[in-house]
């Protein structure tokens, strides 16, 4: 077994043991989020506008994020590690598509997709698998193809491993990240950072980019 897949393998093991709990937590992941829910709405905005094809919502959970990007009027699906995420979130959802996948190779053809959602999916990656999950996310974007990444932002210091409460997760300084992207022929539309909530640790960043 190889780095990558031993890695991969923990992780969806630890999402695999706490995701009941951790689908409760997120049920209502947006509420209280009103600058989420705006660049979320600016994505969707995007992606209908471009009408390059479905949506994928990758490292998707219990499904809620893939919810609230099927009401915002987008085809989409979601993709998660976890086999026990992926049953909770075909329970919640039976109107939508999920599918057990890793976004470090996923089951798409070439330009397959319109736009991507990781919504702190990468978080996990060790930092220099990062670039393989932006050539995959490169891969199957179709050219004009929108993606959004959320992720734990590192307030100007380098990347930085935390003590995730599910497994170990890195934050990213938001320029070094947009300037990954941009090594994969992204091109950043847009970016928001915002500060953490009162039951958050860390700043969090958002970047928009098209493929």
Not at 56 to 83: I, K, R
Not at 177 to 197: I, N
């Amino acid at each position: 077994m190889t780095e990558t897949s031993s890695h991969l393998r923990a992780t969806a093991e630890a999402y695999d043991a706490v995701a009941v709990l951790y689908a409760d937590l997120v049920r209502k992941g947006l509420d209280g989020l009103p600058l989420d829910r705006a660049v979320l709405a600016a994505f969707a905005e995007l992606a209908r506008a471009t009408d390059a094809g479905p949506v994928a919502d990758l490292g998707c959970g219990p499904g809620y994020m893939t919810a609230h990007l099927c009401d915002q009027g987008l085809d989409v699906f979601g993709v998660d590690l976890s086999p026990v995420m992926i049953d909770l979130a075909r329970a919640a959802h039976p109107d939508l598509r999920f599918e057990v996948g890793s976004m470090a190779a996923l089951d798409l053809a070439d330009g397959a997709l319109g736009g991507i959602v990781s919504w702190y999916s990468v978080i996990h990656t060790p930092p220099q698998d990062v670039r393989s999950y932006l050539a995959e996310f490169r891969r199957v974007l179709a050219p004009g193809g929108i993606l959004l990444l959320g992720f734990f932002e590192s307030e100007g210091g380098p990347v930085t491993a935390f003590d995730h409460k599910v497994t170990t997760a890195y934050r990213w300084p938001i320029d070094e990240l947009a300037g990954l992207a941009r090594e994969f022929g992204f091109v950043e539309v847009g970016r928001m950072l915002r500060a953490p909530g009162e039951e958050e640790r860390f700043r969090r960043g958002h970047l928009l980019m098209r493929a």
